[in-house]
């Protein structure tokens, strides 16, 4: 295919992609930004209150840049899990596979699309966030540097986990139990400076740790953990993704037989 | 002159060690409108799938238009459109959508695919549906959605697998019309059915699978030359009380107003038309028992067992 060509395939999996989450709305959008909404009132305005400043901020400003990030990487990962294994699930995968399209270009629509259902919601919880607090940027490129690679990192997951994925179980079995207690014991409701050595050394092997915090940092200027490692272990984590994806897409794992 | 299709020893065994092609050789002439028939798991939506990527071949080779697919699928591909047997679209999306959809994964811009779309979808008889979400379509309305979106971007063999599945009389008419007509302006047709009287009808030549095998690969003529006998039934103006006629199989069925005949090779009907004419019953109609391709194809399959 041509340049033009390819361009006009990406832009059609990226525009079905968010077609579809937009259509979807009451599913896709409206569910995180309640859930978020509760957060910030039970855990940063009622509880909050009481536990007092974190970090040298209020605990709902510490929170908000946490809950933010889980909400981004919860829905990156879904959206391409859910609608890639659909597509399987129905055979309209079959409509890609016949035609000429890369499969480089059909992994990288999925991904952005997923990325930009991450990013809408992300923007969703960050304009409600400020119902409850003010917030100020500390460093405006790193925020959105992070918040962009960790949703394509969590999209790239949820591809490889819809091609392994056999029923829909299988595609939420790594949100449930991989996914949420990473992010819970991420750093998002706190530093992990209040744990014990040994748990602040085991809290170091999580990857979401790692981004949840540069986030931080880049919002407030506070961090657990050096940033340039984060950007390290995510744009690793990328490559590593990226290539078992196609790898697995070239070898039709899951999608031909 | 590449041929429209060429594959050479086609071998294919699934994980399970099922060896669903034993290396067939198969080769379709461009503009032909060609039948792969076969029963139930004979192979032939193996071959189909492996035409299309849906199927990743174990050893062999495929040529679509002289273009090797092991050596630039994604050329290969653009010459293919498939309408697969099983309903393959996302229901969630509306005809238009569907079909729109399609030709940007072969990179057609927007405004071409819009246009296309219309004459297609108008040519199916489904352009006041173009806003309906297709899982609302009826069966044979979707069938004909598959068909425009095989089409959209223009293929130079359409790959058809049981495209008349559960489709009325009347709209398998007017689809065989259109695929006909299709045909006439150089698209080569690659059909599999189980309605034979259509692979007769409206095909060429005609491959039949078995057993991950090719039994036969002729034209549809050659094949019925073939036939040894011939079966007929000749309904009368009235009754008649018996029926014989030295060197035929004849008899009378049902309340004898009609006559089943066995033609061998070398005799003809005009003995029986005179024969019942000096009966004085008159013959008003005519019509063959079974269909002849149906005969051979039963006849093909069990020789090849």
């Known amino acids: 295919m041509s340049t033009g060509e390819i361009w006009i395939a990406f832009y059609t999996i990226l525009r079905r992609e968010i077609r579809r989450f937009m259509r979807i709305w009451p599913q896709t959008l409206l569910p995180p930004a309640i859930t978020m909404t509760l957060y910030f009132a039970i855990f940063g305005n009622l509880i909050g209150s009481r536990i007092g400043e974190m970090d040298g ?163 407030l200027g506070v961090s657990d953990i050096d940033v340039t490692w984060a950007l390290v272990i995510i744009c690793a984590f990328i490559i590593g993704l990226f290539y078992i994806g196609l790898t697995l897409l070239n070898r039709g794992r899951g999608i031909r037989s | 002159m590449a041929y429209a299709i060429e594959i050479k020893d086609l071998k294919k065994r699934y994980g399970n060690g099922f060896e669903a092609l034993k290396g067939i050789d198969l080769t379709v002439e461009q503009g032909d409108f060609f039948a792969l028939l076969g029963p139930n798991g004979a192979g032939k939506s193996t071959t189909i799938g492996i035409l299309c990527s849906l199927v990743n071949k174990s050893s062999g080779s495929v040529n679509i238009f002289g273009v090797d697919i092991d050596k630039d699928f994604a050329g290969a591909k653009r010459y293919l459109g498939v309408v697969p047997q099983e309903f393959n679209f996302n229901v969630f999306e509306t005809v238009f959508n569907v079909v729109v959809t399609q030709a940007g994964f072969y990179g057609i811009p927007t405004h071409l695919a819009e246009e296309r779309a219309e004459k297609y979808l108008k040519k199916l008889d489904l352009w006041d549906k173009k806003d309906t979400q297709s899982r609302m379509l009826s069966g044979g309305m979707k069938r004909r959605l598959m068909i425009a979106r095989a089409l959209i971007h223009e293929p130079k063999v359409l790959i058809l697998d049981e495209p008349t599945a559960g489709v009325d009389i009347e709209l398998r008419r007017s689809m065989w019309e259109f ?109 063959n028992k079974s269909n002849r391709l149906e005969e051979l194809f039963v006849k093909l399959i069990k020789g090849s067992k």
């Open chain 1, 57 to 219: 901020f209020s605990y709902m400003q510490f929170i908000v840049p946490g809950l933010i990030m889980m909400s981004v990487i919860t829905n990156s990962y879904s959206n391409v899990a859910s609608s890639f294994f659909s597509a399987k699930f129905q055979h309209s995968v079959q409509e890609l596979l016949v035609s000429p399209t890369p499969n480089w270009v059909v992994l990288t629509g999925y991904v952005l699309g997923g990325v930009a259902r991450g990013l809408c919601v992300g923007a969703t919880v960050t304009v409600l966030s400020l119902f409850f607090t003010h917030l100020h940027l500390h460093n405006l490129f790193l925020t959105i540097l992070i918040v962009l690679l960790t949703s394509v990192m969590f999209a790239l997951g949820g591809f490889v986990n819809a091609l392994f994925a056999r029923n829909f179980d299988d595609v939420s079995i790594v949100p449930t139990f991989i996914l949420t207690p990473l992010t819970y014991l991420g750093g998002v409701f706190y530093s992990i400076s209040l744990l014990p050595e040994l748990w602040q050394n085991v809290s170091m092997l999580n990857p979401v740790l790692y981004m949840v915090n540069a986030f931080r940092y880049g919002i």
């Open chain 2, 179 to 287: 695929i006909k007509e299709l045909n006439e302006q150089g698209t080569t047709i690659i059909l599999t059915t189980h309605y034979l009287e259509e692979a007769e009808q409206l095909c060429r030549n005609i491959a039949i699978i078995n057993s991950g095998e090719i039994v036969e690969n002729t034209s549809v003529k050659a094949l019925l030359k073939t036939l040894s006998s011939e079966t007929f039934v000749l309904d009368l103006d009235e009754s008649i009380d018996q029926v014989a006629l030295e060197g035929y199989d004849i008899k009378l069925i049902g309340d004898g107003s009609s006559v089943e005949v066995a033609v061998m090779k070398g005799q003809n009907l005009n003995d029986v038309f005179a024969y019942l004419n000096q009966q004085n019953a008159k013959v008003v109609s005519m019509r």
